[in-house]
């Protein structure tokens, strides 16, 4: 579905509260029920637009399941066998699986089939899977399988058993600074390391890292960005260079050319995936920016709102650095994810991710650092 007719943010808001009529709420449903875009935005749709940190955020509300099929599950995928959906995007189907044999819980994307629907697709598919599986590193979540399976494409990574930063944020709102810089800083040297070996991510974002609850942040779905023909409507397609990532947190070259684009975009969307964190919002996310284009041109052309005009607290250090990240060209941000991590090294001190996922989960941290469940909903990890 065209982005144009894509609902409101007011009206996404307005379907979340139950404040839309019985028509508005139906029609709302039926197209966010067909539209990933609006899937994502409603999963990570602010309880309240603009909440500043020192006011108590509301309580977390269930959302409704519009990405969840009420269909029975697959059953069986060789020896895995799907235990439950945990998400839906543009290019699959995310399931927690467990190998039957292993006795391992692992997470298992099987991909649309109208992603790979030629022969060329297929092959860039294996190509990148096979890239993917050579990384190793504590901040990337580690691909273990992949294969095809009774014409299902599908890709086994690690289960983080912990949540996704645009969940923390959702629940908890504005993050505490040395929390929010450490999250970043950890994100960045996975960066690196996917930098060191050739590849661009392109998809940095707060829903593609997920923090577990010991406390290690690991950047979800590398490489899935390069593979499959053109994406679908709302996932950010340009006729000039078919620009694959997600608006609010895309680099103003890669909008234009996703290709072409190197690591440095990864930077520019970590810096968006930063502001998110310390500020409660993404850049461009107002009322101002409701469709996917405006978005984009945004980051092309207007200054980024300064993250100290939302959340004075911010020191003008951390604010110099998310400035800089987040600079239009890229030649005046940091040249490698590697500087991030150092420049932000300075400002994490006395974070504690381990109880800023609990914090988040509504589960408080025992003696021994770990987490027991008291109240509230089943942690979730989604693509």
């Not at 289960?159 to 950890?186: K, S, T």
């Not at 050739?198 to 690991?218: E, F, I, Y």
């Not at 909008?255 to 684009?261: K, L, N, P, R």
Request: hydrophobic content about 40%; charged content about 25%.
């Amino acid at each position: 579905m065209p982005e144009a007719r894509c609902p409101s943010r007011e009206q996404l808001k307005g379907y979340l509260s139950g404040s839309l009529s019985g028509n508005d709420a139906r029609a709302v449903a039926t197209h966010v029920e067909a539209c990933p875009h609006c899937q994502e935005a409603v999963q990570t749709l602010d309880d309240a637009v603009g909440t500043r940190p020192g006011s108590p955020p509301s309580p977390p509300k269930k959302l409704p399941d519009l990405s969840i099929s009420k269909s029975a599950l697959p059953g069986r995928l060789g020896e895995y066998q799907l235990l439950e959906k945990l998400g839906e995007g543009g290019m699959g189907v995310v399931y927690r699986a467990v190998h039957v044999e292993l006795d391992r819980v692992v997470a298992l994307k099987v991909m649309r089939a109208e992603r790979l629907t030629d022969e060329q697709a297929v092959g860039r598919f294996k190509r990148e899977i096979k890239a993917v599986g050579r990384l190793d590193h504590p901040n990337l979540v580690r691909a273990h399988d992949a294969r095809q399976i009774a014409g299902k494409h599908f890709l086994v990574t690690e289960f983080v058993d912990g949540l996704d930063l645009a969940e923390v944020v959702r629940r908890l709102g504005p993050l505490p600074i040395a929390d929010a810089c450490q999250l970043a800083r950890q994100a960045a040297l996975g960066l690196q390391y996917v930098h060191e070996h050739g590849m661009v991510h392109r998809d940095v974002k707060p829903s593609n890292v997920v923090c577990s609850r010991a406390g290690v942040a690991k950047i979800l779905d590398l490489g899935l960005a390069r593979m499959g023909p053109i994406p679908p409507a709302g996932e950010g397609v340009t006729s000039a260079g078919l620009a694959i990532g997600t608006p609010e947190y895309m680099a103003p070259e890669q909008a234009s050319d996703s290709h072409g684009a190197d690591i440095r975009a990864d930077v520019y969307s970590l810096g968006c995936t930063l502001y998110t964190l310390l500020a409660g919002r993404a850049p461009f996310s107002g009322a101002g920016y409701p469709a996917a284009f405006d978005k984009m041109m945004a980051h092309a052309r207007d200054p980024v709102p300064p993250v100290r005009e939302l959340r004075s607290d911010v020191p003008k250090a951390v604010a110099g650095v998310v400035d800089r990240m987040l600079a239009k060209s890229p030649d005046d941000r940091f040249q490698t994810p590697a500087e991030v991590a150092e420049a932000l090294s300075r400002f994490n001190s006395g974070s504690d991710l381990a109880a800023l996922v609990a914090r988040g989960e509504g589960w408080p941290p025992t003696a021994s650092g770990t987490s027991k469940p008291t109240v509230g909903p089943a942690p979730r990890q989604r693509k």
